[in-house]
């Protein structure tokens, strides 16, 4: 599959990639027919697994690392040295905040137009960790052989922020559309905005699930893998007006574990999807041939 730059891959830099069919994983029924296109929601037996691997001491000494450093890579030009990073790891002293939730993505299949696809999958979960001095992480973990791994290290809590706004307003299955950046809620059979790219792409009022489909099908549905475009290999980038976005995968060493593949984040059975989100900062990235 080929991925595709976000043209949202402004503030920061990153590309985890995680290994394909891990939405399944996250979600055995998720690639199912969800009832009016709603995704089926991941167990809170998996909820608890998957932040019980943050937890660990040795992940958020890695997080109290990343807030050290200030959301920079672990490699390159540092702007601490070691031990000021492992003195400032100690003093971050990080906490998670509120929930781990399911990470939802526009689906390939529902792009397709495949009878009773859900509107998006689930792909990861996230949890979101405060230092002492008030910066925020999203740690993103995945479910690989049976146990939850850590595969990234992002700056910010959006994943955590948009379910919940979601939840305030009246429920329903908060998505993002990584291409280009918007994150939507599905309530009661309508695609509503929960940012300003969102209300960009569907208006204040939201539109109809099978309007939003249509709208991702003219968007996209000629970009899906074994397309003219996806031969050509331009899956590369998209963003409104057909115009491609710049982005870099970075790698970030660390000790913590990733895994390799060419599917990442969900949407990757497009060929157009999103792997540099804005405000990335990765643990550990991997090639992207597996």
């Known amino acids: 599959m080929s991925s595709m730059r ?123 960790v405060v230092a002492a001095d008030g910066q925020i992480a999203s740690v993103w973990t995945v479910k690989q052989n049976g146990g939850w791994r850590v595969v990234n290290i992002a700056t910010g809590g959006d994943e955590s922020d948009y379910a919940a706004r979601a939840a305030a307003g009246g429920g329903g299955t908060a998505f993002r559309e990584p291409q280009i950046n918007a994150w939507y809620v599905l309530r009661d059979g309508r695609v509503l905005p929960l940012d300003d790219e969102a209300r960009r792409s569907v208006g204040e009022a939201g539109v109809s699930l099978a309007s939003y489909q249509g709208l991702v099908r003219q968007r996209y549905g000629d970009k899906l893998p074994g397309s003219a475009y996806d031969r050509a290999g331009k899956g590369g980038g998209y963003e409104p007006g057909a115009q491609q976005a710049a982005g870099t995968p970075v790698n970030g060493g660390s000790a913590l574990p990733a895994v390799t593949a060419v599917a990442a984040l969900g949407v990757t059975a497009l060929a157009g999807a999103g792997l540099a989100l804005r405000r990335r900062a990765a643990v550990r990235s991997a090639d992207p041939r597996g």
């Open 6 to 128: 976000d043209a949202a891959a402004v503030r920061g830099a990153t590309v985890v990639l995680l290994a394909a069919g891990l939405g399944l994983a996250l979600a055995p029924a998720a690639s199912a027919a969800g009832s009016g296109g709603v995704p089926e929601p991941v167990p809170a037996a998996e909820l608890a697994q998957a932040r019980g691997a943050v937890q660990s001491p040795a992940v958020l000494d890695q997080v109290g690392r990343f807030f050290a450093r200030k959301g920079a890579p672990s490699t390159g030009q540092l702007t601490v040295g070691a031990a000021e990073e492992a003195s400032g790891a100690a003093a971050a002293a990080p906490r998670l905040a509120g929930d781990t939730v399911p990470v939802y993505l526009l689906d390939a299949d529902f792009v397709s137009g495949a009878p009773g696809a859900p509107v998006a999958r689930a792909e990861f979960t996230a949890s979101k």
